[in-house]
């Protein structure tokens, strides 16, 4: 089993509409979670942090389930500008090292 | 300044060359990272340098010499490559520990 793992999607979202998707993680000493967005032939850009009571930034929501071990993020009022790739990483106990997950793919279209 | 520079952008070398890839940061961040990342792959770490000591190696092969002549920067010595080294090189900085890492726009390294 890969220590954190996502959809790879494609998920084909209409433009206007909410999509959400998860991430699972094995390792149950994980201390900190984020989301970051990847552009084809870019660099990952850290999106947000995901905090134990969840939290918000503008259209988008970030959700932690410790007990079944996953992230969630979910993007209100999709804009064409959202497609992307969504990586989500994992700090483990070890605290520098992240590991990212394979990646979900979004294409908002019109 | 919240903006993790590298140099070169692309690069393209023989198995036998010699080179280096340059990254900076102005964050004041005590972490730096080298990241590899093959197309429609994630990011796969290499390295990790912690108050400029090497805190983490990701069993890379030797052909892959990070150095980091002080907080701020941090290289990546290449020699005697393989045609399957060519992949996008990351580098990112952090906050001491469990903290989000904000990655450079990255060097595109083609070895031939």
């Known amino acids: 089993r890969k220590e954190v793992e996502q959809d790879p999607g494609p998920f084909n979202v209409p433009e206007g509409a909410t999509v959400a998707f998860n991430c699972t993680y094995s390792n149950s000493a994980s201390q900190s979670f984020f989301w970051y967005r990847q552009d084809c032939r870019k660099e990952p850009k850290l999106l947000m942090s995901v905090y134990s009571s969840g939290n918000e930034d503008g259209r988008f929501t970030a959700q932690l389930n410790r007990a079944s071990q996953y992230i969630s993020l979910l993007i209100r009022d999709s804009k064409l500008s959202d497609s992307a790739t969504y990586l989500c990483a994992v700090n483990g106990a070890a605290g520098n090292k992240l590991t990212f997950g394979g990646g979900t793919r979004v294409l908002v279209k019109p | 300044d919240t903006e993790v520079t590298q140099t070169p952008k692309h690069l393209v070398m023989g198995m036998t060359n010699k080179k280096s890839l340059k990254c900076e940061q102005h964050?004041?961040?005590?972490?730096m990272y080298w990241y590899k990342q093959k197309a429609k792959k994630p990011p796969e770490l290499m390295f990790v340098?912690?108050?400029?000591?090497?805190?983490i190696n990701e069993s890379v092969p030797s052909r892959f010499s990070p150095e980091c002549p002080n907080s701020s920067l941090l290289n990546l010595h290449l020699h005697a490559l393989q045609p399957e080294d060519s992949a996008l090189y990351l580098c990112?900085?952090?906050?001491?520990?469990?903290?989000?890492?904000?990655f450079g726009p990255g060097t595109r390294l083609t070895v031939l």
């Open positions: 990112a900085s952090s906050q001491e520990g469990a903290a989000g890492q904000f």
């Open positions: 340098y912690s108050y400029e000591k090497l805190s």
């Open positions: 964050m004041g961040h005590r972490a």
